[in-house]
Each structure stands twice: as structure tokens, then as C-alpha cells.
């Protein structure tokens, strides 16, 4: 009986021994196992350093097509999304009393043209008796001083002479009246079809019409809008760049731009203008990023993304964005030295939209590199030990 009862101390004894190794075990392979750790080193790579932007496609020219006079709106010919060529007829008001206008003033400069042929041949005839009457009374002024006449019938002619210049003094006076009523009269007829013309709504220039603003029916005033045009040729994406990023952005730099409604589509572009006042708020700088080639197809305000290509290096010694790691304001990477991390400041240069920085110093290449996920990595500490994963 005793010998039973020793034997199951003994047992119970052996059971926590191995309960308690088998904790140890598993302590040292979990709580206090090495981190494990993915190695990594310098690589010579091919990379640019692209900076992105988010933005919405706009038309650098936008034209609101309007009518210089007030008038309702009785026909149109173009509609949203049309392409239209400058001088195409789009739109026409009512013209009844300007065509009234030009019909009076057709008739007015006509009147006067046949007043001044009137006026015309009564100075010719007011001329061709003045020379009569300069011969009358010449000749009379003769016979009155050889005694022939009397001098009162010589003077009577050459009263009559006076009354001739007077008359070929008034004919001109009327001919030059009524020619200045002829230029009046014509240039109320050209302001009457001036006013027709305005009737007319042109396309100032080749665009597509955004909007159509006004219908059929609506009365225009002058300087409201009827169409809306945009030249497609201008159209561009207004992109905003975080400050810190605008190092190598500059005007002509190419650029990369994709739009919403087709993300796997990406179009060439070259930066055509920076602004020169950030938004002191989001601490952004509007860029402005042109296609290369025009859009046959846009959508105004459409969500857009830009990679602005800052600059470009071929070959250059480069890491894993990942692997780099800010410590006490220090840009810098942890190598690994017998299973030991030491930490190590490193110059970077421009970094790779595929995640791959250059490394510009403070690295020789022969070093070994740990590099974990993020959350792992801002724990890491001087001679903390770690494990590299095969």
C-alpha cells in the first residue's frame, strides 16, 4: 500500500517536471525567441522618383457664347456635346423689328440718293446760268460805258448776276446737305444690320459644348450665357501636390496621368504650369498637368491621378523602401551583426514608386540588412536580437 502511494508521488512529481520543462520550451521558443527578421541588401537598380498628385480634369479655355443684345431665343443649332467649328451658326433670336429697322434705313439712303441727284442737277443748272448771267453783265458793263444803254440796264444785269452765284451757292450748300444725310442714312443702315447680324450667334472658336444654358423661348440679355465651349486642345488636369514633394517638379517635366473612369489606362503628360501660392490650410500646390495628346473624350471635374516624373537615375545602389527607418530625427537602416541589430545612419536620394530607394551614402554594400513589418520594426532596438528568416 505505501509502496502504491509512492509511486504515484513519484508520478505527479514527473508530470509537473515535464509540464514545467515543456513550458520553458515553449517560453523560449515564443516570449522569448529572437524576432525574426527578413534579410535584405543594396541592389543597383533603374529608378525614378515620381510625385503624385490627385486632381480633376479642367479646360484651360472655357468660352461662355453670348448675344451682344437682348433678344428671345428662336432657334438653336448645336447641343451639350457637340463639336463645333468657329464661325458655325448656333443659335438665332428674333429679329423682327431690327429687319424693320433695315428696311427703313434701305428706304431712308435711298431718298437721299434721290435728293441728291435732284440737288445735283439743280447746281449744274444753277452753274450753267451763272455763266450766262457773267456774260450778260459783262457785256452790258461794256455797252454802259460807250453810252449805249443805260446804266440802270446794266445794273439790273449784273443783279442778276449776283443772283446766280447766290443760287449756285445755295445748290451746293443743298448737295453737300443731302449727302450728309445720305452718310446718316447709311450709317443707320449699317448699324440697323449690325443689329440683325447680333441676331446671329456664332461659335467663336473650334470646341465641343459643354453646356447648352438656354432654350428655345428664353429671352438673352447681353453677357448671359447661351452655350458653354471648351477648347479641347487646352484641357488639362489641375492636380494639388503636398509641399514637401515639389522638389524636381517643374515646368515641362513629364508626367503620368490616369483617370477614374478608366484606372488602367495611363496617358502621357508634361507639367504646363505651377502655381505660385500654396493653400496655406492643406499645405498643397496647385500643378497644372497637360496630355500630350488631346482627349477625343473628357468629362470635365472627372477625378484624376498624376505621377509627375521629378527625375530619373539608371544603376544606383538602392533598398527596399521598408527596410529604412527614421531614429532621433536620423534617416537610417538595422544591420545585422551576430544575430544582433546595430543601427546605421544611411543618405538616401530620390525614391522609386515601386518602393525602392536610393542609398547615396553611408553604406558599402557587404552589410547585412533586417527588414519586418512596420509595426515589428518600431520596436527595434540597439543590439536587440533577431533571427533571420531563410
Not at 141 to 167: G, H, I, P
Not at 208 to 236: N, Q, Y
Not at 357 to 371: N, P, Y
Request: aromatic residues 4%.
Amino acid at each position: 500500500m505505501n509502496l502504491l502511494k509512492s509511486l504515484a508521488r513519484k508520478k505527479s512529481y514527473l508530470i509537473w517536471l515535464v509540464v514545467l520543462i515543456a513550458g520553458g520550451v515553449a517560453l523560449k521558443m515564443t516570449l522569448f525567441a529572437p524576432t525574426k527578421v527578413k534579410d535584405v541588401s543594396i541592389e543597383k537598380r533603374d529608378l525614378t522618383s515620381q510625385v503624385y498628385g490627385n486632381g480633376t480634369v479642367e479646360a484651360k479655355v472655357m468660352v461662355g457664347v453670348s448675344s451682344k443684345i437682348t433678344g428671345r431665343i428662336v432657334e438653336q443649332f448645336a447641343d451639350q456635346g457637340d463639336h463645333v467649328k468657329r464661325g458655325q451658326l448656333l443659335a438665332k433670336l428674333e429679329n423682327n423689328d431690327f429687319r424693320q429697322q433695315e428696311q427703313q434705313s434701305e428706304a431712308g439712303l435711298s431718298r437721299s440718293a434721290a435728293s441728291l441727284n435732284v440737288e445735283q442737277a439743280n447746281l449744274q443748272k444753277a452753274k450753267s446760268n451763272l455763266v450766262l448771267a457773267e456774260k450778260n453783265a459783262q457785256r452790258f458793263k461794256t455797252l454802259a460805258e460807250k453810252n449805249l444803254v443805260s446804266k440802270l440796264e446794266s445794273e439790273q444785269y449784273d443783279t442778276a448776276c449776283q443772283v446766280a452765284r447766290e443760287e449756285v451757292a445755295r445748290s451746293k450748300a443743298a448737295v453737300d446737305t443731302v449727302r450728309m444725310e445720305q452718310r446718316a442714312n447709311s450709317a443707320g443702315l449699317g448699324f440697323a444690320k449690325s443689329k440683325v447680324a447680333d441676331t446671329l450667334i456664332y461659335a467663336p472658336l473650334d470646341g465641343i459644348i459643354i453646356t447648352r444654358d438656354l432654350e428655345k423661348g428664353a429671352t438673352v440679355s447681353p453677357g448671359m450665357s447661351i452655350f458653354t465651349l471648351a477648347d479641347p486642345h487646352t484641357i488639362w488636369v489641375k492636380t494639388n501636390v503636398d509641399e514637401s514633394q515639389l522638389k524636381g517638379v517643374a515646368v515641362g517635366k513629364k508626367a503620368i496621368i490616369t483617370l477614374r473612369s478608366s484606372p488602367n489606362d495611363q496617358l502621357p503628360g508634361q507639367v504646363a504650369r505651377m502655381g505660385h501660392q500654396s493653400d496655406r490650410v492643406t499645405e498643397e500646390l496647385e500643378v497644372d498637368v497637360a496630355f500630350s495628346e488631346p482627349l477625343k473624350n473628357f468629362r470635365l471635374g472627372e477625378q484624376s491621378d498624376v505621377y509627375i516624373i521629378a527625375g530619373m537615375k539608371k544603376d544606383v545602389p538602392s533598398l527596399p523602401s521598408g527596410s529604412i527607418v527614421s531614429k532621433d530625427k536620423k534617416r537610417g537602416v538595422w544591420i545585422v551583426k551576430n544575430g544582433k541589430l546595430a543601427f546605421k545612419e544611411v543618405t538616401t536620394g530620390i525614391m522609386d514608386r515601386r518602393n525602392f530607394t536610393e542609398i547615396v551614402s553611408g553604406l558599402d554594400g557587404s552589410e547585412r540588412l533586417a527588414m519586418a513589418p512596420p509595426p515589428e520594426m518600431a520596436n527595434f532596438k540597439e543590439g536587440m536580437k533577431v533571427k533571420v528568416a531563410p
